[in-house]
């Protein structure tokens, strides 16, 4: 009969097995690396920092920040629009990071509301290859792949604006 340790013992190793199957992709780590190595690289004062802030459609307004580093290389690009609408007010951030060469490596997309709009809040995680092609997108809560994809172009819209004037409504 077995002793309780050597039960306890098969029991770990039977729940690592399908932790080991479903191991983060090197290419995805390097990402997540890369994200956290520059948000240190931030934190400790390390990059250049500019901000823009206007007056965007209606009564919302956006600020975006830049990053760069001590190569001029941009790192880190966000914007953040904050608005009020009839149901209450609304936060939408897209946050881009930049592999060393500037290559888009990861965005983060979130929109968070009062709590009479909770219902429509999400967070949309999108990972870049070094050509630019998405290989992975996570959301939370899970989105339809018909939302993803316009979530997709509306971070290629926050991409495309980051020059262009703060104006209203399309101005």
């Known amino acids: 009969m077995p002793s309780t340790r050597s039960l306890l013992a098969a029991l770990a190793l039977a729940a690592l097995a399908p932790a080991q199957a479903q191991a983060t992709p090197p290419a995805i780590q390097a990402i997540r690396d890369n994200y956290a190595a520059v948000n240190a690289q931030i934190a400790a004062g390390q990059y250049r920092k500019s901000v823009v802030e206007g007056r965007a459609c209606g009564d919302f307004y956006e600020t975006r920040t830049r990053w760069k580093d001590g190569r001029g290389v941009l790192r880190r690009y966000q914007t953040v629009t904050d608005g009020t609408t009839y149901a209450g007010d609304t936060r939408f951030t897209t946050e881009f990071w930049f592999d060393a060469a500037g290559r888009r490596d990861f965005v983060l997309m979130t929109r968070r509301s009062t709590p009479s709009e ?45 020059s262009s004037p703060i104006s209203g409504c399309g101005d």
């Open 118 to 162: 909770r219902a429509g809040d999400y967070e949309l995680r999108v990972y870049y290859n070094d050509a630019g092609a998405v290989i992975r997108t996570l959301s939370q809560p899970q989105l339809p792949q018909e939302e993803i994809r316009t979530l997709l172009t509306a971070i290629d819209g926050d991409w495309n604006a980051r």
